[in-house]
């Protein structure tokens, strides 16, 4: 058995206890997909929303007000809200990132321009927001508001600490924590308050999300440095991209002179050769910044772990437990 056929288990388990509500979801997000006057939108869409997505960030709207004992159907548009949320972002991230590949298909921006990628995104937010007024709740209304500006504010910070070597780990914290996190521990949160959830248990809804985020992300950045044909990434599109993640955090902060100056060459300056990459491996090698980075990992999974303690213990709480450590099992 494949590490990848493992680690989806929990995934698997979990969309099938939450199949109904998903296929309510998935009703919903292609009904506001739809528009009336412009077709580059749904087409757009549908290429995005067709790419294999888990859908994991809406499964944890509808797993956190099942947990509660949610009765009602604001759920459902709150996480179709969510996956609105993190589609618009990825469209804005891909034309940032002059990616060309995303779940291994080409990107929107590539198969159709960087105006329709940024107009349907933008689409998207909009959607969202409609969705979000229809619970008729101003606290989830908050919390996703809030949730949609934190994660521009870390695209931005981590715009500007793009291609700097004094980026220290606080600082890749606090990008992690806004440009990923933020839609986890959102999607969480408003599943116990849209069930009027005890606010322990809504802080434990919070604090799970957020750790499960920050974990996934640190994840995703070694999954770029150690591979993985379940991402749909090429090794190294953050080397390439001279982006700043924790493995390379660790690794700089270790390096000696000669190290130094291949990383400032290679990520500040923006002057890569052939080779580079492959000594880029080498140094976080040498420096353990892998296993490092994966070790950071682990107890941001174990602090999402301890907040599910404080939840009703059901077959849902298990799921979601499994799933913590699926995240970081996806890397050695």
Known sequence: ?????????????????????LEAVNEVIAARMASEHAPRIPEVTAHLVGAGGKRLRPMLTLAAAQLCGYDGDNHIKLAATVEFIHTATLLHDDVVDESAQRRGRPTANLLWDNQSSVLVGDYLFARSFQLMVKTGSLRVLDILANAA????????????????????????LK???????????????????????????????????DALGIAFQIVDDLLDYGGSDAT?????DDFRERKLTLPVIKAVAAADTEERAFWERVIEKGKQDEGDLEHALTLLAKHGSMQAARVD????????????????????????????????????
């Open 1 to 21: 058995m494949s590490l990848d056929q493992a680690a989806s288990k929990p995934h698997e388990r979990l969309n099938a206890a939450l199949t109904t509500d």
């Open 297 to 332: 990992a682990l107890e941001w999974i174990e602090v999402a772990k301890s907040a599910m303690a404080n939840l009703p213990q059901a077959p849902l709480r298990e799921m979601l437990i499994d799933l913590a450590d699926y995240v970081v099992a996806r890397v050695k």
């Open 232 to 236: 749909g990434k090429n090794i190294g």
């Open 149 to 172: 500006a934190t994660i521009a504010e870390g695209e931005v910070l981590q715009m500007t600490a793009a291609q700097d070597l004094g980026t220290t780990e606080d600082t890749y």
């Open 175 to 209: 990008i992690v924590r806004g440009k990923t996190a933020a839609l986890f521990s959102a999607a969480t949160q408003v599943g116990g308050v849209i069930s009027d959830a005890d606010e322990t248990i809504v802080k434990a809804l919070y604090d799970y999300g």
